[in-house]
T-cell receptor, first 115, second 113 residues
Framework: EAGVAQSPRYKIIEKRQSVAFWCNPI?????LYWYQQILGQGPKLLIQ????????DSQLPKDRFSAERLKGVDSTLKIQPAKLEDSAVYLC?????????????FGNGTRLTVT | SQQGEEDPQALSIQEGENATMNCSYK?????LQWYRQNSGRGLVHLIL?????REKHSGRLRVTLDTSKKSSSLLITASRAADTASYFC?????????????FGDGTTLTVKP
């Protein structure tokens, strides 16, 4: 099966600019996650979707971050305006529906550098 | 603070040796997972152990879980240079699914040929 696809792989922007990341999960995976991974740390959950509905966005900085999954398939994560501390790898993951102990399938991420 | 914390932060061994990484957590869990991350790549799921299990094997991997001590260990036997990566434990709180897992900051393993 094709894996989780993310683009772009790398992005360099200046602070206060905006940026968007795209994710296409594995076909049939109802649950989609966005994680932020700062260098040297583990991934931190930003937002979780179940189909096109938000399940958990408690750790999403909503003043500058937004995400959508309009048709319940692919998703975009946007940052506007970016800050220096947003420099990180943004990982998308998906998991199949209904399985409580299902592992997460990750994409290779987008490495964002804010200068 | 992170639910799961790996120890050691970094580990360097020779090819053929065994590598052991530990994970400690604070609250009751539903399951615990181990993931591997190669440099510049996403995380890859290795193994999941449920709270009612004590040990699981997968190839050269052996995972143990001690819920009384709130700890888990990942053993990689007969390590290879290709095992060089960061290893993360992820814990899902009791009564939640794996998607609610919280990741530790990982153990960086270097296997020297």
């Amino acid at each position: 099966e094709a894996g989780v696809a993310q683009s772009p792989r790398y992005k360099i922007i200046e602070k206060r600019q905006s940026v968007a990341f795209w994710c296409n999960p594995i076909s049939g995976h109802a649950t989609l996650y966005w994680y932020q991974q700062i260098l040297g740390q583990g991934p931190k959950l930003l937002i979780q979707f179940q189909n096109n509905g938000v399940v958990d966005d408690s750790q999403l900085p909503k003043d500058r971050f937004s995400a959508e999954r309009l048709k319940g398939v692919d998703s975009t994560l946007k940052i506007q305006p970016a800050k220096l501390e947003d420099s990180a790898v943004y990982l998308c993951a998906s998991s199949p529906p209904g399985a409580q102990a299902s592992p997460l399938h990750f994409g290779n991420g987008t490495r964002l550098t804010v200068t | 603070s992170q639910q799961g914390e790996e120890d050691p932060q970094a580990l360097s061994i020779q090819e053929g040796e065994n590598a052991t990484m530990n994970c400690s957590y604070k609250t009751s869990i539903n399951n615990l997972q181990w993931y591997r991350q190669n440099s510049g790549r996403g995380l890859v799921h290795l193994i999941l152990i449920r709270s009612n299990e004590r040990e699981k094997h997968s190839g050269r991997l052996r995972v143990t879980l001690d819920t009384s001590k709130k700890s888990s260990s990942l053993l990689i036997t007969a390590s290879r240079a290709a095992d060089t990566a960061s290893y993360f434990c992820a814990t899902a709180p009791y009564n939640t699914n794996a998607g609610k897992s919280t990741f530790g900051d990982g153990t960086t393993l270097t296997v020297k040929p």
